[in-house]
């Protein structure tokens, strides 16, 4: 069956601009996680939604940082006013109710100039 | 959360078996080990994961000693296409969140 897919797959924006960064997660996968990559580091958590509602946004760094999950299944990561520090992957990943095992996407590599 | 700890780099051939191995003295009772592999330009992908005593798959085996305060993971006869880095993760399990570390970069060479 589909994995988890993340759009666009790449991003490039200017410092300052607005961008919003999608994952579609393997369906009936009731959590969804968001973490962030930077190069030469492991996957940083972000934020994690179980169903419709954020069980833990202790990851995201500040508030330009948000995320959203309205139907319980695709989710949106919205980042304004983008920073050069924001530069990073961000992987989604997903997780059934009966596993541990979380399903990563490819990410989305976020470069801002 | 247990904090890990993990050779930055190994290097190996082809047919070799490799053993990775990862400290974690402050391990608590509760805390599973649960490995993960990266290859790049993708998103990390489950290998193993176990509680105590060993754990074998169709990928890999996962030894933990008695006080759980390491873990070896062991990759068997690996291939070019094992080159990939290597997260060695403790935490609850569950719907909890994944806590990664650098990991271990592993080279296979011919």
């Known amino acids: 069956g589909a994995g988890v897919s993340q759009t666009p797959s790449n991003k490039v924006t200017e410092k300052g601009k607005y961008v919003e960064l999608r994952c579609d997660p393997i369906?009936?996968?009731?959590?969804l996680y968001w973490y962030r990559q930077s190069l030469g580091q492991g996957p940083e958590f972000l934020i994690y939604?179980?169903?419709?509602?954020?069980?833990?946004d202790s990851g995201l760094p500040n508030d330009r940082f948000f995320a959203v999950r309205p139907e319980g299944s695709v989710s949106t990561l919205k980042i304004q006013r983008t920073e050069r520090g924001d530069s990073a992957v961000y992987l989604c990943?997903?997780?059934?109710?009966?596993?541990?095992?979380?399903?990563f996407g490819p990410g989305t590599r976020l470069t801002v100039t | 959360l247990a904090k890990t700890t993990q050779p930055i780099s190994m290097d190996s051939y082809e047919g070799q078996e490799v053993n990775i191995t990862c400290s974690h003295n402050?391990?608590?009772?509760?805390?599973?080990i649960t490995w993960y592999q990266q290859f790049p330009s993708q998103g990390p992908r489950f290998i193993i994961q176990g509680y105590k005593t060993k754990v074998t798959n169709e990928v890999a085996s996962l030894f933990i000693p008695a006080d759980r305060k390491s873990s070896t993971l062991s990759l068997p006869r690996v291939s070019l296409s094992d080159t990939a880095v290597y997260y060695c993760?403790?935490?609850?399990?569950?719907?909890?969140?994944?806590?990664f570390g650098k990991g271990t970069m592993l080279l296979v060479s011919p």
């Open positions: 369906s009936g996968h009731t959590a």
């Open positions: 402050n391990i608590a009772t509760n805390d599973y």
């Open positions: 939604f179980q169903g419709t509602g954020a069980a833990d």
């Open positions: 990943a997903s997780r059934s109710g009966t596993s541990d095992e979380q399903y």
């Open positions: 993760l403790v935490g609850e399990g569950g719907y909890s969140t994944l806590t």
